[in-house]
C-alpha cells in the first residue's frame, strides 16, 4: 500500500480501506448538502508477500529466506463521516463530489494454508495502520421526479492517497526489527448504486452502495538490516453509505 494524492479536478472524483466512500440524490431540484456515514468492507486480494532484498538463497541470492511463502496481509472494515455536495445539473442528472473525515486502517496478518510453521506469530496479528486520503466524484443519473422515491445510479472516478501508514509493535516484531512501510496511491473508475427518501420538500434520507471497478495498491516494507518485503493488493472494496440530505 502506497502513498497517494489528488492533483487535479479529475481526481476530485476518485476514491481508499480506504481508504472509502459514496455519491447520493436529493428530493428536489437544487443543489444539495449531506453528512452521513459510510461503512468499508475490503474484499482484498494479494500477492504472497515476497523478500526482494537481500536476494534469498532459493532465488539465487545471498541473503537468508526470512519470508516464508503464503504471506500476506487483510485490511479490516472501516467506517468514517462522509460530507458531500451535489450539483444540479437538471432533473434527472447531478454531479457529487464526495469527500469527509479520512478513515484509518489497519490490516492483519493472513498466513495461506499449507505455508511454514515460521507463519504461525504473523497469522491474525494487527501488523499495520495507516489513513486513506480518498477524494471521489460521480455522475449520476436520478430516475422519477423531485419529491417521490427516486433510485439512481452513477459512474465516477476513485483516487486514494494513503498516509501516516506504520507499523504495530507486532508487526515490526514478525518483520525482524523496526519496519517501514509505503504504499502506492491508487485510483480508478467506480459506480454507485442508492436510493433518496424525501423527508420534507427540501431534504432526504439515502441509501447508497458505491464500488470501485479495480482499486490496486503495493505494498513494501523495509526492515532495519536492509531487509525489504513487497505486496501486490487488489482492494477490493464495497462501501455502504446512509445519509441525510438538505437542499440548498
Not at 82 to 100: A, P, V, W
Not at 220 to 233: F, K
Request: proline share 6%; aromatic share 8%; with cysteine.
Amino acid at each position: 500500500m502506497h502513498r497517494p494524492i489528488a492533483s487535479s479536478s479529475a481526481r476530485l472524483a476518485a476514491a481508499l480501506l480506504g481508504t472509502c466512500v459514496l455519491a447520493a440524490p436529493i428530493a428536489s431540484c437544487a443543489d444539495t448538502l449531506s453528512l452521513g456515514m459510510t461503512y468499508i468492507i475490503a474484499h482484498d486480494h494479494n500477492t504472497d508477500l515476497a523478500q526482494t532484498a537481500p536476494a534469498p538463497n532459493n532465488a539465487g541470492g545471498n541473503g537468508s529466506t526470512l519470508t516464508p511463502s503464503g504471506l500476506n496481509y487483510h485490511t479490516q472494515p472501516m467506517h468514517t463521516f462522509l460530507l458531500t455536495y451535489s450539483l444540479e445539473l437538471n432533473d434527472h442528472l447531478r454531479l457529487e463530489g464526495i469527500g469527509g473525515i479520512p478513515p484509518q486502517f489497519s490490516a492483519k496478518g493472513v498466513r495461506n494454508p499449507g505455508t511454514l510453521p515460521d507463519g504461525r506469530l504473523y497469522d491474525g496479528q494487527t501488523l499495520l495502520k495507516g489513513t486513506a486520503v480518498p477524494i471521489i466524484g460521480f455522475m449520476e443519473y436520478h430516475f422519477r421526479e423531485p419529491g417521490q422515491i427516486r433510485p439512481y445510479v452513477g459512474l465516477g472516478y476513485w483516487y486514494t492517497r494513503f498516509v501516516r501508514t506504520s507499523m504495530t509493535d507486532a508487526g515490526n516484531n514478525v518483520s525482524g526489527g523496526q519496519t517501514r512501510v509505503d504504499m502506492k496511491s491508487t485510483s480508478g473508475g467506480g459506480y454507485v448504486l442508492g436510493t433518496a427518501f424525501p423527508v420534507t420538500s427540501d431534504s432526504s434520507v439515502v441509501f447508497a452502495f458505491s464500488s470501485p471497478f479495480k482499486l490496486t495498491t503495493h505494498i513494501r516494507t523495509s526492515t532495519q538490516g536492509g531487509l525489504v518485503r513487497e505486496s501486490d493488493v487488489d482492494l477490493g472494496l464495497a462501501m455502504y453509505s446512509l445519509l441525510y440530505r438538505l437542499d440548498i
